[in-house]
């Protein structure tokens, strides 16, 4: 079965730092990667998925088949990037569901 | 927009009872899930729906079943209520099974 990890529960850092949240899968097929993201008292929304290969809010990720990775990428965190991360699978076949990582939450400090 | 609206914000609950809780989408969607978010356990599947009356189990059905009779509306059940089932429950839809549309969520308690 397919598996999606998150290192980190949390990852804090200052406005303007760099900001990376790791993603690391399992599935030894080609599947499909989401990055989702809840602000504070907001519902889950869609932020980006791999095969878009697009920039949202300043974000960006790369899908690294080699590594099994689709860590997202900020180069300049802003205080409104706080928020819970959640990067997501979809197997390519059929009827299939979205497995979830257990997120992570970014805190950008003043 | 797409619109996922969850009926119940806010529910409590006591041990044994029957809860009910509905989600309604209006973009004639044919997917409708239910998750449960639980922190340092992220999002759970525990049902999801392909088309009216059809349903399929997710990773964590025990203790739930659900209801498809329109397209639109996709409710979880709760047979009997148990003080482990008090989480964050967030309905969603999509049109494939890639881009989820969530609802706002409803926070159940169960004593």
């Known amino acids: 079965a397919q598996r999606v990890t998150q290192p980190e529960k949390l990852l804090s850092v200052f406005k303007g730092a760099p900001v990376e949240l790791k993603c690391n899968y399992s599935y030894s097929g080609s599947p499909e990667l989401f990055w989702y993201v809840q602000y504070s008292r907001q519902r889950l929304q869609l932020l980006l998925r791999?095969?878009s290969r697009e920039s949202i809010k300043g974000f960006t990720a790369d899908l690294n088949k080699g590594e099994t990775s689709f860590h997202l990428k900020k180069p300049f965190a802003q205080e409104e990037d706080s928020a819970m991360y959640y990067c997501?699978?979809?197997?390519?076949?059929?009827?299939?569901?979205?497995?979830f990582g257990k997120g992570t939450m970014l805190l950008v400090s003043p | 927009d797409v619109k996922v609206t969850q009926s119940s914000r806010y529910l409590v609950k006591r041990t044994g009872e029957k809860v009910f809780l509905e989600c309604v989408q209006d973009?004639?969607?044919?997917?409708m899930f239910w998750y449960r978010q639980d922190p340092g356990l992220g999002l759970r599947l525990i049902y999801f729906s392909y088309d009216v009356k059809m349903k399929e189990k997710g990773d964590i059905p025990e203790g739930y079943s659900v209801s498809r009779e329109k397209k639109e509306r996709f409710s979880l059940i709760l047979e009997s209520a148990s003080t482990n089932q008090t989480s964050m429950y967030l309905c969603?839809?999509?049109?494939?099974?890639?881009?989820?549309?969530f609802g706002e969520g409803s926070r159940l308690t169960v004593l």
């Open positions: 791999h095969i």
């Open positions: 997501a699978l979809r197997v390519n076949s059929g009827y299939s569901t979205l497995t």
């Open positions: 973009m004639d969607h044919e997917n």
């Open positions: 969603a839809s999509s049109l494939y099974t890639g881009e989820l549309f």
